[in-house]
Each structure stands twice: as C-alpha cells, then as structure tokens.
C-alpha cells in the first residue's frame, strides 16, 4: 500500500491532482472570501508571479538578481499611466497641470491604448534585463559582482523616478485611477474579474515556468549554475541563456507589476526601491529555491504573514523578516519545499529516497563569486 | 609521408603576469592521432591545452585547426565557437553538473544545436537519441546510475562519465588532462580501456604523469620541459634521451642548459 | 565653482573610502558580501551621539570639546565589538558563499536597524559638533572649505595610513594576507585561520564606526543612515578590484568625484544614471576592477 504511494507514476498523479485541487480553490476562492480578503489574495497572488520569475533566475540559473523591484515598477508605471490617462479622459494628468507640464509628453501618447500598455508593460522590463545582462553576462560579470549592479540598478532607478516629478509624479508616484475599459475600477465585479484574471496569469505563468524548467533550455540553465564555463567547454554560450531567462524573468516580473497596480490603485518609487526587491528574494528563500511550488508558496504566506503582522506590530515584523533572512540561509537553504523533502522520506519506505532528499542548488549556485 | 596536420601551433608563448608558462612552443597533431604530453610539474603542458581549447589566450605564435571546413586560426575564437568547431576538453578534475542527472548531462553533452531557440523548442529527447545515450551508458559502465545526481557519483565514475560526455560531444580533436589521476589501479585500466575505444575514431591529447599508463599505449610521445619542447618522438627514444632523463631525474640546472 | 565641486568630490570620496575599505577586505578574505556593514556605520553614529551626551550631561560644559576624539575611539571601539561578536556568532558558517552571505547579513542589518529604533527612536537626531570646527578656511572669494570636511579628510588619511601600516607592515597583517591568498596552505603553516578572519571582520566594522562618526559631523543621523551609503561603497569594491588597498583608494576617488560632477552638471539623478553607465562601460574594459590579481583559476 505505501510503496503503491510512492512509485513514479502514482506520485504524478497525485501531483496532478494536487495542482488541481489548489487551482479549484483559487478559482471559488470569490465564493467564500470576503472583498477585503479577495484582493489581498489577488495581490499575494501577483507577488507570486514575480517569485516565480526570480526562481527561474536564481533558483535553477544561479544568478541572484536584486533588481526585479525595478522590473515589477516598470510593468506597474506602464498599467498606472494607463490608467492615469482613462482617469483623465483626456486632459493632463492631475500631477501633470501642478507641476506646470502643458503638452502630454509623447512616452506618454501610447499608454492611451491597453493593448500598447500592457505590451509595453512586458516589453520595457525584458528590454532593460537584454541591456543590462548584454553588457554583463557577455564579459562574465556575474556572481555577487552582478548583484550588486543590480541593486545599484534599484538606486538610480527609484531616483530617477523621483528626480522627475514632472514625468513620473515624483514621491507619490500615480495614484487616483477610476476606470479600466470605461468601468469602474472599484465595482464588484471589476475586482472578481480582476482577481481571475490573476489566478489565469498565475497559472499561465507556472506552466510557462515548468516548461522552460523541463526543457533542455531549463538543463541547460542549471548546468550553467553547477558550471558556468564547464558549459562553454560544451559549445553553449552561457551569455545568450543568462540573458534569455533574465529578460523572461523580469518580464514576469512586469506582468505582475501590471496586476498589482489594478489591484492596489497605486505605484510609486518606493515600492520598487531596494527593501521590496530584496524582500521579493527571501520570498524564493522561504518557499525553495530551485523549486517553483516553493516560490508561489513562499510569496502568499510570507505576504500574508507581512500583512496579519505588520500592521499591528510593525517591530516584531522587522525583527521577523530579519530573522527570517538569517534562518533561511543559514540553516534552511533549502526553503519550505526542501525540507518538506527532507522530512518526507522519514514517511516512505527506503528505496524511494533515493536521490531526492537535497536540492543541490544549497552550495552550487554560490560556487563562482 | 607526412600527412597534412589537424591541429598545429606555432611559436605559441603564454604569460600570467610576466611569468612565461610556454614560450615559443611548437606542436602539430595528425589526423587520428594518440599523442601525450609529459613532463615535470610546471613545464606548461596544461597550459598547451588551455590555448588549444580557448581557455587561455597566447600572447604571441599561431594555433590554427584545419578543420574539414577550411583552416581557422583559434586564438581569435571565443571557448564555445571553439567547442562548437569540433575541440572537446576533459579537466584535470573531473567537471560535471553536480545537480544534473547522469543521462542529463550526457543529453547536454550530446546536444549538437546548441542555440537558445534550439533549446528552448527541444522537450523530449528523440528515439535515436535514447539510443545514443544507452549505449554510452553501457560503454561507461553507468547504466545503473542514469537516473541519479552526478554530484553523488564516485571519483572514478565523475571522470568517466565526463569521458562519456566527451565522445557524445563527438569533437574532432579531444583533449584530456590526467584522466587516471587519483583513480584505482582497476579503474585506470578501465579508463585505459575506454581510451582505446576513443582514439580509433579521433585525434586525442592526452597530458599524463603516469609513465607506466603511457607505456601502454605504442603512440607519439612529446615531451615539455619550461614551456618548451625537450624532445618528440616514441616511447623509447624519448626514455634513451639523456635530457630527459635529467629533467626528471632532477640533475643540476646548468648541466641541463648545456645538454 | 569647480574648486568647491573639487573639493565636494574629494570629500565625497573619503567617506566613501573609509566605508569601502571593510568591505573590501571581508569580501577578499573571505567571500563575505556584508550587507550589514552600513549598520555599522549607524553603530558608529549613534555612538558618536551618546557620547556627546555623556560629555553635555556629566561633565563641566568647557570640557564638551573635547568630546570629539573619544567619540571616535567609541566609535571604533563599539563598532569594532559589535563586529567581532557578529563574525563568531554568524559570519563564520557563510564562508565562501557570497550570495547567502548577503542575504544574511542583510537580515542582520534590518534587526540592528530595528534594535537602533527601539533605542534611540525613529526620527534623526543631531550631534553638535565641536565648536573647533565650526567655519572654515577661506580660499578665495566664494570658495570656503569648511574645517569640518577638511578634518574628515585629514582623518580618513589617518586611517588609510594605519590600514596601510598594518596589512602591508605587521605582523597580523601579513598573516591576514597570507590567508586571502591561499587559506589552506596558511592553515598549514600553522595560521589560525579563525582568529584572522575575526580580527579582520572585526576592524573593518571599526573603520565603517569612524565613518558613521564622521559623518555625525555632516549631517542628522538615523537608524536607517548607512543604507545611504553601502551601495556606493559596493560600487567602489567593484570599481576598484577586491583586495587591494590601491584599488580601494582608486575606486572611491573615482565614484566620489564622478558623482559630484556629474550631479553638479546635470541634476542629482541623472548624476548617479551617469554615474552607473559609466561604472558599467569601465567593466566591459576591465572586468574584474581596477586592481584586480591576475591569477590562472578561473572558477
């Protein structure tokens, strides 16, 4: 009976059945959350789309970036000044007439369209990831050499964002937005439309993920985070796959920023800035690097954990995110999914162990600085 | 008598920070050759390879393949055009994808479009391809082991699955440093063995200090000394050469100078 | 005025320096990447600050002075504890893993700002700097370099001296370079590897306290005052080459005055845009830094 639990083929099917089981939840998830609930849920869930982004990058690739905060804003930019612009119905944006701006400025001409927005919105942020891993990954800059120039990235982004107020809205960002294809943006039925849309991107987004994992580009991609210049002894080019999986990454990321803004009504620089990238990370971290179930998982609960503690004990919050970033890499490398793994097999019968207790990603992946 | 070469390198000098490890080196490689490459510690053997693969740029000198596309001079290649070319390269330690399967790293090795769009489309591995990869298994002898973590594989198994990915790479000129180095004496044999079944397909480097492995094999021995040719010639010229000898029997510095 | 941009540059950088100088010593010695090293610079401030009030409250008000030289060697040491006590309880298990190191010691870095919070409160608090060094030397008309930058010059020279003396001319430093160079083989020669790491660890926190008391000087401090800096003071070790006191130097007098310049010619945000383009093409020239050592590994 046990082993029956465990050979390959039932386990699959009980994955199966696990993916729709939780997909099923998702989807009534309408029918028994209250409206507060629902878009909090719909928020985490666009979180988790930018876990999902990361985990390819770091999780499978090696390459810790701590600039997808850039990439999430620059998607939500994109959907704010959509918006900004529906909500004007023509006129200037509000910020716009304050800050003395009489003609709309031509990048903003196009975001009048939807369609061009959200193109937009995923394009400008891969974009920017093929510059940047261009001019990186290509002369072997990587390791905590590349972190860092991300994070810089995260710097001059944020104060170039509040630099031009006049373009941007400065500190306060975009905010103010009514309606979304002439409806309002805050009937029910917009935001339970909103949130499924989520849960349809979410999923679209792992199964994308999934693929790319189980491809031989996904192999190719964990051969270059075990042996990056091994793999150019293979006749690969590590540059053209870094830079491919970097530029899919941060286009998640700018699909989840797009999400985000129709859920919150608003983006501004400091939620791009360097906390809320870095904290995007540890959502990887917790949940499981190297595993794409662990990322969703890791940015719901820590999101929901964020939101149930921070705003009653904003201390405690700090001290808790805090220490989670020690024990997360210190002694559970491995995020949730790996020590699922690890204390699973305490449950099975020997043989099915075998060679699945633990994630290699735990050294390798910090092997070439 | 001479057929044209495969591979040659002219005058190649390689410096690290002013230190010469190869100066003015000579080495041309006929098709289908075993050639090895001895010589004391530091006489820059590894670093011959180095060139050849791309790994290391010379500073000065010419190494040219004559590929069955024309000649390419590959010092100005980057290592994956090199690879691509038909140059495969076995590390001294072994150097395979720790948190890969054994057969995925043998799918990568064998992967011959080697693109991001390539990859991206490939899911499955074709028919031929399973076969391909069997029978590789089988000749490596790690059948039993396909489905586990390279990482976990025994020394001696790391260093023949990578020969494994090597032949699977199916490259025109295959360069190995010290494939027995830390093996068993039953392991080096098998290695010897599998060494056998490689070079009657191609031309083959092989850096090596065990003298007694080399013996085995009746080829074309050269041998360095400073980053410089000593002496080229079989097995047994080479152990009648008195210079040699004096390299590693250790004799006095100028007595090497003026022999 | 170019002279007084010069000098902004020049004084930019030494902050910078004095910042970098730990951090490049920890990531060289032992693939650290301390995330929490601004917090020290915090750690440094903030001790700089109690000092000051310890001088206002408990000692006649003519010897309030002199309170800024023992608010230095405060700084340090405090600073220097804090580290040490860090290195033995955490550090130590991250070794030679760069990108964990990061993540942890940001950790570390979000609970002392919390710690700092708690104590001293969320709002900036000032330091009354020495009256000492109120004014400053007159160039020419227009053109004044006030005391207080040229003091914070003199005394980051003081300390690139005494770091220059002490891994280049003595004996914990020369073992301290033995280690970066190859650890095991300094291990076999009988170096306690362990005592090394955590001396050195434990001064470059020190040096990031000096900044923080320096920069009490300049400016309000809060709990949140080093994350100002750590990300330019990376930008310098990546610039600069890790592990060489040369390249350290080089790489904060070239973000120092570039940024300076640059902000100066256009606006503040541009500036640092310019600042980054410019760090990122000087890469595709020389990939490892300025200074960095050529050596055969390549992983």
Known sequence: MLQALTAPRTRKLWLLLGYAAAAAALFSAPLYLSDFRLNLLAKFLAFA???????????????????????????????GMHLKLAAAGGRLPDFMDWSGVTKLPWFWAPFESFGVAVLLGILIPAALALFLGFFTFRNRIRGVYFTILTQALVIITVTLFIGQQAYTGGTNGLTGFTKLFGQGLKTDGMKTGLYLATVIVLIGAFVLCRYLVKSRFG????????????????????????????????ALAGIAGMLFVLHVGIISPSMMAIVPSIEMILWVAIGGRGALVGAVIGAVALNYAKSSLSESYPEIWTFFLGGLFIVATVFLPGGIVGLAKQIGPLFRRKEAVHDQALNPVLRESNRSV | MTKPSILSCEKVTVAFDGFKAVQGMDLALQPGELRFLIGPNGAGKTTMLDVVCGKVKPVSGKVTFHA?????????????????????RKFQTPSIFAGLTVEENLEIAMSQNRGVWAALRTTAMKKAERERIDAELSLIGLGDQRALRAGRLSHGQKQWLEIGMMLLQEPEILLLDEPVAGMTDKETEKTGELL?????????????????????????????????????????????????AEVYLGRRRDVDAVG | MWLTQLFNGLSVSSILLLIALGLSITFGLMKIINMAHGEFIMIGSYAAYVTQNVFKSALPKSAFDAYFPVAIVVSFAVAFAIGYLL???????????????????????????????????????????????????????????????????????????????YIYRSGPGRRMRAVMQNREMAACLGISTRRVDGMTFAIGSGIAGIAGC????????????????IVDAFMVVVLGGVGKLVGTVAGAL??????????????????????FVLIVAFLQWRTMGLFAVKTRSLD
């Open chain 2, 196 to 244: 056998q079944e490689i070079v009657r397909k191609r031309t083959v480097v092989v850096v090596e200090h065990d003298m007694a492995f080399v013996r085995n094999f009746a080829s074309k021995v050269t041998v360095m000394h400073e980053g410089k040719l000593l002496k080229e010639g079989t097995m047994d010229e080479v152990q009648r050469d008195d210079r040699v």
């Open chain 3, 87 to 165: 290195e033995a309880t955490l550090i130590r298990f991250l070794y030679g893993r760069p990108l964990d190191s990061l993540l942890a010691t940001w950790g570390v870095g979000l609970v002392l700002q919390q710690v700092a919070r708690s104590i001293f409160g969320a709002p900036n608090v000032a330091v009354t700097s020495p009256s000492w060094l109120d004014g400053g030397m007159r160039i020419m008309d227009g053109v004044v370099f006030p005391y207080k930058r040229l003091f914070i010059i003199g005394l980051v020279l003081v300390c690139l001296l005494a770091m220059y003396l």
């Open chain 1, 49 to 79: 789309i930018v876990a999902l982004g990361l985990d390819l990058i770091w999780g499978y690739t090696g390459i810790l970036s701590l600039g997808h905060g850039v990439f999430f804003g620059l998607g939500a930019y994109a959907m």
């Open chain 3, 214 to 229: 320096a920069l009490s000087l300049i400016g309000a401090i809060g709990p949140t005052i080093g994350t100002n800096y």
């Open chain 2, 68 to 88: 069955k596309s024309g000649s390419i001079d590959i010092t100005k290649r980057k290592e994956h055009k090199i690879a691509e070319l038909g140059i495969g």
């Open chain 3, 254 to 275: 070239g973000i120092g005055m570039f940024n300076t310049l640059f902000e100066w010619w256009s606006t503040a945000s541009l500036g640092k845009v310019f600042v």
């Open chain 1, 219 to 250: 192999k190719v991609l964990r051969a270059i985070r075990d042996g990056e210049n091994r793999v150019r002894f293979l006749g690969f080019d590590p540059a053209m796959y870094q830079m491919a999986a970097f530029a899919i990454s941060a």
